[in-house]
């Protein structure tokens, strides 16, 4: 069964760092995309980027360049999100999701993480 | 890249049938046969309901159908349950290096 876990919810304060992780599993890790998905408080979901774990291929969404890095480690079937300096504007669910194919759409979703950032 | 069109909202009656447009370009919902649609519950993750423009995945009623014409895609539900009341976002590949768009959303309420 495929699975994609991740980790659980975090309070930050603005200016620090963040590393959320979503762990595959049920299928071959490095032979397809994750991509990292945002619902910010009551809106729709935002397509940031996506990675190939084989070959640490990345790419973002013109938004989130920047903003995000989106990494992986494939020696333990994880992804990465992560931001050096949040902001408040940054609170949000973050979701991960597998891509079928080439990434042409999304076929198995991580449960979402939820991050609150606030002073 | 922008994102696909959608309805803010839609609502129906039990037992009625209602359509979610999406709305793309040539370099989207036009250009390629990759169309999915997601069904969110308040608080949960997203689920497949759709891929591919018009298959369900196991376990997907059949009451959920899908279909494209042009650079627009729609979802339809027959036989409204009061358990479909949720959020509906399509999504499709796109030519852009990030490879998938999504729509804004459609809010369906049960009446």
């Known amino acids: 069964e495929v699975q994609l876990v991740q980790s659980g919810a975090e309070v930050k304060k603005p200016g620090e760092s963040l590393k959320i992780s979503c762990k595959g599993s049920g299928y071959r890790f490095t032979n397809f995309w994750i991509g990292w998905v945002r619902q910010m408080p009551g809106k729709g979901l935002e397509w940031m980027g996506i990675?190939?774990?084989?070959?640490?291929?990345?790419r973002y969404s013109p938004s989130f360049q920047g903003q995000v890095t989106i990494s992986a480690d494939k020696s333990i079937s994880t992804a990465y999100l992560q931001w050096s300096s949040l902001k408040a504007s940054d609170t949000a669910i973050y979701y991960c999701?597998?891509?079928?194919?080439?990434?042409?759409?999304?076929?198995?979703w991580g449960q979402g993480t939820l991050v609150t950032v606030s002073s | 890249q922008s994102a696909l069109t959608q309805p803010a909202s839609v609502s129906g009656s039990p037992g009625q049938s209602i359509t979610i447009s999406c709305t793309g370009t040539s370099s989207d919902v036009g250009g390629y046969n990759y169309v999915s649609w997601y069904q969110q519950h308040p608080g949960k993750a997203p689920k497949v309901m759709i891929y591919d423009v018009s298959n369900r995945p196991s376990g997907v009623s059949n009451r959920f159908s899908g279909s494209k014409s042009g650079n627009t895609a729609s979802l339809t539900i027959s036989g409204l349950q009061a358990e479909d009341e949720a959020d509906y976002y399509c999504s499709s590949y796109t030519s852009s290096s990030t490879h998938v768009v999504f729509g804004g959303g459609t809010k369906l309420t049960v009446l």
């Open positions: 990675i190939y774990p084989g070959d640490s291929d990345t």
């Open positions: 999701a597998r891509c079928g194919g080439d990434c042409y759409e999304v076929d198995y």
